[in-house]
């Protein structure tokens, strides 16, 4: 079976640092990617792992762990526009094409 | 530069009524996918188009349809949309790489 699992909610406060975390068991693995999503907007994407270890993009970091099927998205110096929903989602390649398995997102709310 | 676009961004339908909803890209990508994203859940691949073909996915209801005339334009038609079906729709394309692009979405309100 196909699993990817994130917390539900977080809070952070304006200026901190966060990090959400993303745990998965699939049948395959190409790779993951991490979205952002605003309220009633499409995924943006942040970042994208495919080997273990931490990329680093700006205020956002991912890191990958593939014998722990593990990753996190770490923020830093948090903005009351990061309020958003975190998505994690697997590459599952299958064939000609390739398929995101997505987790159900991380609903981050950013506090003054 | 809007790269995918669908259209509309908001479609109100009646129980019953078949509704169809646009998409459109400018990347020249070979794949389109259709997802569906109910309100707190994660997006859920209906199906997906590599040039011509179709690939549907297992669980995805009779009641959805997709078509795609050409590389730029794909459609989803839902034919007889029930009250579960209200939720946001989602296009994406897909090229070379394992990224997939986005569109805004269209929201579908189902009364």
């Known amino acids: 079976g196909q699993n990817i699992d994130q917390p539900t909610e977080m809070t952070a406060t304006e200026g901190a640092i966060v990090q959400i975390n993303c745990t998965y068991q699939?049948?395959?693995?190409?790779?993951l990617f991490w979205y952002q999503q605003h309220a009633g907007e499409a995924p943006t994407f942040l970042s994208y792992n495919v080997l273990d270890g931490l990329e680093e993009k700006g205020r956002f970091s991912s890191f990958l762990s593939r014998s722990k099927g593990y990753s996190y998205l770490l923020l830093k110096e948090l903005q009351m526009k990061d309020s958003a929903s975190y998505l994690c989602?697997?590459?599952?390649?299958?064939?000609?094409?390739?398929?995101?398995?997505f987790g159900t997102g991380t609903l981050l709310a950013v506090q003054p | 530069d809007a790269m995918v676009i669908q259209n509309p961004r908001y479609q109100v339908t009646q129980f019953g009524k078949p509704v169809t909803l646009s998409c459109s890209q400018t990347?020249?990508?070979?794949?389109m996918y259709w997802y569906q994203q109910k309100s707190s859940q994660a997006p859920k691949l209906l199906f997906h188009y590599y040039d011509k073909d179709f690939n549907n996915e297992a669980d995805t209801p009779d009641n959805f349809q997709s078509r795609r005339p050409n590389t730029s334009f794909c459609f989803l038609d839902i034919r007889s949309p029930g009250l579960g079906d209200a939720a946001m729709y989602l296009c994406a394309t897909g090229g070379f790489g394992y990224e997939q692009y986005f569109g805004p979405g269209t929201r579908l309100t189902v009364t």
């Open positions: 989602a697997v590459v599952n390649y299958g064939g000609a094409t390739n398929k995101l398995i």
């Open positions: 699939t049948s395959g693995f190409n790779g």
């Open positions: 990347l020249n990508h070979n794949v």
